[in-house]
């Protein structure tokens, strides 16, 4: 949210220079939003592992030497992305520069505040979730140390395999068929895009029977289709 805030209002700031549409905000909200979640999830993952694994001192040094450089390596690809609608639309310029704007200020928050934040939250993140988890039996899982090693097995009972470790194991025994499949679908996905047009929508896009539809045909048929774009 810190993120989203200081980039809302360098947005406001930068509207002089680059003016953006009103749902300028709104879409890089809605993109540092997202963005933000996933790199605070995936250091504090890192971290609670590592005070998990007896490394409290340097737990967070360890989740920003592993997860930090995904962060900013992910968080610089999606202002790359963002910053390639520049040049298509004179409308979409704006936008683009208000969401890598809104990006660059999440990733700059997740990468030094959240590291300020970790250190006063200490070893308190290494507790388990009062949302215990059952095992098959009923009973209570027993809650690990923090001296406790990652992947310890409790005495007495089965581990139970999460579908997401399933799920990763049977893509890594099939590469080359996972590669093929998850291609396959972004190509069928992206396979649109080859036939877009991009431009305003004009009054070609209302109903017939409306007074704005007329007069566009009107203006098509004395000035050729598509003279009220230009």
Excluded at 52 to 70: D, I, L, N, Q, Y
Excluded at 168 to 177: W, Y
């Amino acid at each position: 949210m810190f993120g989203i805030g200081s980039g809302l209002s360098l947005i406001a700031l930068i509207g002089h220079l680059v003016p953006a549409p009103s749902f300028a905000p709104v879409v890089a909200s809605l993109i540092g939003l997202g963005g933000g979640v996933d790199y605070a999830l995936f250091i504090v993952t890192r971290f609670r592992e590592a005070l998990r694994a007896g490394r409290s001192e340097s737990a967070v040094v360890t989740a920003f030497s592993t997860a930090g450089r995904a962060v900013l390596f992910a968080g610089t690809t999606v202002i790359i992305a963002v910053l390639g609608l520049l040049l298509r639309q004179p409308l979409m310029n704006g936008v683009a520069v208000a969401a890598a704007v809104t990006v660059a200020c999440v990733l700059a928050g997740s990468l030094t505040l959240l590291p300020a934040l970790l250190g006063f939250a200490g070893t308190r993140l290494a507790k388990r979730s009062r949302l215990t988890r059952r095992t098959r039996g009923g009973e209570a899982e027993p809650s690990r140390s923090v001296s406790t090693r990652v992947g310890a097995k409790p005495a007495g009972s089965a581990r139970r395999v999460p579908l997401a470790e399933r799920w990763v194991g049977g893509m890594q025994r099939r590469p080359v068929f996972a590669a093929a499949a998850s291609a396959a679908v972004i190509l069928a996905l992206a396979a649109p895009v080859l036939a877009i047009h991009l431009n305003l929508p004009d009054e070609s896009t209302q109903p017939p029977d409306t007074m704005g539809y007329q007069s566009y045909q009107t203006m098509a048929e004395g000035f050729a289709p598509g003279s009220t774009r230009r």
